[in-house]
């Protein structure tokens, strides 16, 4: 079903709006206030409902559920850029902005090229519903986590003078802005726990789904490998923290090596699917 010229308007619009929001976030790095200005909050409140708006008219715009790899990364975004954008009144998460909000602005425009198949009846199965929430909150959580992790790992060389920024400049007046490390390490721990549990929950709904529609539990193919890969990196990191007190670049790069496994795991498969072999 062709879009018609508004819902165009629309899309472009987000992109617009979360860009000029991070566009001014970074001008503000100039100043030595830490509080963006009053119109932020408004402005990025807008993008984000219009963007989910987009995702529900992508989702169900012939009367039936739609979906694949550009909704699923437009939805993940677009939680995630709720979630940084209400934390950012309650801590010093702003700095998030400059990395979730470009990638917010990209992957609104993504259904657009890539609107994804049509699930099927089966999909009108409430535990699907519940697996496909689940999903979307454990990713978007995740994906919190590994831009905190990135943010982390430019402090730390930043602190270690193993990098441009360590000499000044705006970058390095941004990343002394951020709280301490050990504080974002906190943070990011507690980014990591909230989203395993959401993964977990996702894994086992996932296996209540598959027996209910497909009669087996688990069907094993590369979004079932990869992310059990994604659960059983996140697990060990977990352990580790608590075992062996892991922490630094050893828990910087096993959040990392797990979230590419995640993002593998469903986005990778079907971009696959839907741009390279081009089958629905």
Do not use: N
Not at 132 to 148: F, G
């Amino acid at each position: 079903m062709p879009l018609r010229s508004e819902w165009f308007v629309l899309y472009g619009a987000v992109a617009v709006l979360y860009l000029f929001v991070a566009w001014r976030e970074w001008l503000t790095l100039e100043t030595e206030s830490a509080r963006a200005p009053v119109w932020h909050g408004p402005v990025l409140a807008l993008a984000v409902g219009l963007h989910g708006v987009l995702l529900v008219h992508g989702a169900y715009e012939d009367g039936q559920l739609r979906f694949g790899f550009a909704l699923a990364l437009s939805a993940t975004l677009w939680l995630t850029a709720l979630i940084v954008w209400i934390e950012s009144f309650f801590s010093a998460s702003r700095g998030l902005f400059l990395l979730v909000l470009p990638l917010a602005a990209i992957t609104a425009l993504l259904p657009l090229a890539y609107p994804g198949a049509i699930l099927g009846q089966a999909t009108d199965a409430p535990m699907f519903r519940v697996h496909l929430l689940l999903a979307i909150l454990a990713y978007s959580l995740l994906t919190i986590a590994a831009m905190h992790a990135l943010l982390m790992a430019s402090m730390d060389r930043r602190l270690h003078g193993e990098t441009a920024s360590a000499s000044g400049g705006r970058l390095a007046h941004f990343l002394d802005r951020l709280p301490p490390l050990l504080a974002m390490e906190t943070v990011l721990f507690r980014l990591i726990g909230a989203g395993f549990v959401l993964l977990t929950a996702t894994l086992v709904s996932g296996i209540f789904f598959s027996e209910e529609i497909f009669g087996r539990a688990l069907r094993f193919d590369h979004k079932t490998v990869f992310t059990f890969a994604a659960w059983i990196i996140f697990a060990a990191l977990l352990v580790g923290r608590m075992v062996f007190g892991w922490r630094g670049r050893t828990a910087l790069r096993w959040t990392l090596t797990g979230f590419a496994m995640l993002m593998l795991a469903y986005v990778g498969s079907r971009f696959v699917i839907e741009v390279l072999l081009q089958r629905a």
